[in-house]
């Protein structure tokens, strides 16, 4: 009798010390996950809070699941490596193809790092994880301060003009995106009470943009030239 008391005391214990180390292993991989969710929420992206927390402690809770559900080593490596295709799919999902150019591609990376820092949060490696969390925020925060501080970043810009005559507008038009070597996209025209209007997207820097508004003031061709859109890439 003692003797199975204490098979029952060593049992208890150990299943003590797996249910309290993979609780904090899932608690560790939902708020670093929720930390970098938070930093993207704060910046108004697709992909915010809720969204790379669950991704973080889903990948968390399937390293964990595959070391205590395979047979081997080998079945657990297998297992958890099927995370990875999975999140290509959810990050494949992010990126938009518009006007001629590419959007989302921050995001689908930002969470394609997310679901291995949940990875390494599921696997025990706590202090990598948290370093690759720190080195995220950085990279979102620090390095998308100064690509906008620099004037690194492109956009899609908008740009609405108005005239009398379609053709010279165009040709105008042409003519001045040559110079700057940028290609229009969605380009609209609408006539209305003999007064015709230009909408055209084009995809640049700060600094280029300032230069095409500049440019388009200063002909004679339009009427009126305005930004009606701008729209920053990730």
Not at 43 to 65: D, E, Q, S, Y
């Amino acid at each position: 009798m003692h003797s199975l008391h204490s098979q029952m005391d060593v049992l208890l214990s150990q299943m003590g010390r797996v249910l309290s180390s993979t609780i904090v292993r899932l608690l560790m991989a939902a708020i670093l996950g929720g930390t970098i969710g938070l930093e993207r929420q704060l910046r108004h992206k697709p992909a915010g809070l809720r969204t790379n927390m669950f991704i973080c402690f889903g990948a968390a809770m399937f390293t964990v699941l595959s070391r205590q559900l395979a047979g081997t080593e080998a079945d657990s490596a297998r297992i958890a490596a099927q995370i990875i295709p999975g999140i290509g799919f959810i990050g494949a999902g992010s990126i938009l193809h518009s006007r001629g150019s590419v959007t989302g591609l921050t995001t689908a990376a930002t969470l394609f790092v997310v679901a291995s820092v949940g990875m390494a949060a599921g696997g025990g490696l706590y202090i990598t994880a948290v370093f690759a969390t720190v080195l995220i925020l950085v990279a979102l925060a620090v390095l998308g301060n100064l690509e906008g501080r620099f004037g690194l970043k492109t956009s899609i810009t908008t740009f609405e003009v108005t005239g009398v005559n379609a053709e010279a507008m165009l040709r105008d038009v042409n003519r001045i995106l040559e110079g700057e070597r940028l290609t229009m996209h969605s380009v609209q025209l609408a006539s209305m009470d003999g007064q015709t209007r230009l909408t055209f997207s084009v995809d640049c820097v700060r600094e280029q943009r300032s230069d095409l508004s500049l440019r388009l003031h200063e002909s004679n061709v339009f009427a009126t030239v305005a930004i009606v859109g701008t729209t920053e890439h990730e």
